[in-house]
Every structure is written in structure tokens, then in C-alpha cells.
């Protein structure tokens, strides 16, 4: 049972251009909602991160757009650049058993920027 | 320092050998992950120690044994693995793992091949 749901598969984007990646999720108890970026031959690293009571929120080119009743979210990159081509994950978190709590990953979003 | 080490980075074993993978951080963090991923796919969690307890184990075969020998390292043993273990593992720790603001840093992985 996939918790969240990623798309595109992938994504083409010109170089300037805005790349946007949606995620939606069913379980109302996810309550943390970041963002990792990963390289190939790399580890992810934590882009961008949002939590429900915000509706957005914007770092440098990255933002974040947040619809608690809709239960979605998404990654908007504004002036794409060829740089900023990788796999990006969104995630949620939630409690898992006690006090602990775990992200559960989407399937991932292959962004190529072309120059 | 925001890093976390881990070592090899690159390990290939047999199915009869016993190895182990290293992590390290010096953030002063008390939670720490085990991730297993393969090519294209999403980070799965394996472990999770808190305060160098096993807190959460998602059901992964024993020939997998971590040990957290103090706060700053953790330890992947390995014995007797399977070509299908053949991935990238991935260390993360974050400040702690009871709460859902729980932001993880990645280490740059250890691409394993079971021959």
C-alpha cells in the first residue's frame, strides 16, 4: 500500500523554467512533510520542509505548496536550472509504534533541466 | 559539522562472508537509521536506534544485525546475504526520533554487491 503518492514518474524541464512535482497522501495522522533532493551515487539532502498548519512556504528558487483539505502537496522549482537535475522524494512523517516516528518516502520524480 | 560519514563506500561479497558497514556523526545527535535502496526506488527503512536502543525494526531478515556501539556510530553487520541484498545503504541520525519535526541527514551511502 503506497501511504504517498508521487508524480510525474519524471520530468523534462528547459533551463528558466518552473518544475513542479505533486504529492498526495491519505492518511490523515502524516503531520511533517519535507522534501529530499538526491544526486546519483549520493545520499538524499533535506531540500525544503513544511508542516500542515502552513500553507507555504519558499526557499530561494524552492517552494512549497501545502492543501491539508485536499490532502496534497507540492515542490515548485522557479528558474530551473540544469543544476537542479536529480531525483527528488517528498515524504511525510508520522507516529510509528510509542513515541517514534518515521518518514514514509514517495516513489521519486527524475527531474532533467535542460540547458 | 553536518555530515555523516560512512564506510566503504563501495563493499562486494559473497554470499558466505561476513561484513560489516560503518556510519558515523558528530552532530550530537540520538537517533540514527538504517535505509536499504535499490536503483530507482525510495530510501526503505531497515532500523532505527534511539538513545543507542533499537527502537524500530521493520521486519528485516536476521542476517542483518545492527549494533550501535555509542551515540555517534552505528554498525551493519552482514552474514550470509543474498544477491537480491545487492543496493545502496544508507545511514541517516536526526536530533531525535520522538517527534515528527524529526529532520534527517543522510550519509552518501554504501553501494553493496552480493555476488
Known amino acids: 500500500q503506497q501511504q504517498v503518492k508521487q508524480s510525474p514518474q519524471s520530468l523534462i524541464v528547459q533551463k528558466g523554467g518552473i518544475s513542479i512535482i505533486n504529492c498526495a497522501y491519505e492518511n490523515t495522522a502524516f503531520d511533517y512533510f519535507p522534501w529530499y533532493q538526491q544526486f546519483p551515487g549520493k545520499g538524499p539532502a533535506l531540500l525544503i520542509a513544511?508542516?500542515?498548519?502552513?500553507s507555504e512556504k519558499k526557499e530561494g528558487r524552492f517552494t512549497i505548496s501545502f492543501n491539508k483539505s485536499a490532502k496534497q502537496f507540492s515542490l515548485h522549482i522557479m528558474d530551473s536550472q540544469p543544476g537542479d537535475s536529480a531525483t527528488y522524494f517528498c515524504a511525510a512523517s508520522r507516529r510509528s509504534g510509542g513515541s517514534n516516528y518515521k518518514l514514509t518516502f514517495g516513489k521519486g520524480t527524475l527531474l532533467t533541466v535542460n540547458p | 559539522d553536518t555530515e555523516v560519514t560512512q564506510t566503504p563506500k563501495h563493499l562486494v561479497m559473497g554470499m558466505t562472508n561476513k561484513k560489516s558497514l560503518k556510519c558515523e556523526q558528530h552532530m550530537g545527535h540520538r537517533a540514527m537509521y538504517w535505509y536499504k535502496q535499490k536503483a530507482k526506488k525510495p530510501p526503505e527503512l531497515m532500523f532505527v536506534y534511539s538513545y543507542e536502543k533499537l527502537s524500530i525494526n521493520e521486519s528485516v531478515p536476521s542476517r542483518f544485525s545492527p549494533e550501535c556501539p555509542n551515540s555517534s556510530l552505528l554498525n551493519l553487520h552482514l552474514h550470509a546475504l543474498q544477491p537480491e541484498d545487492s543496493a545502496l545503504y544508507l545511514c541517516a541520525s536526526s536530533q531525535e526520533v520522538r517527534g515528527p519535526y524529526n529532520e534527517q541527514f543522510f550519509g552518501p551511502g554504501t553501494r553493496l554487491t552480493v555476488l
Open positions: 513544511i508542516r500542515p498548519d502552513v
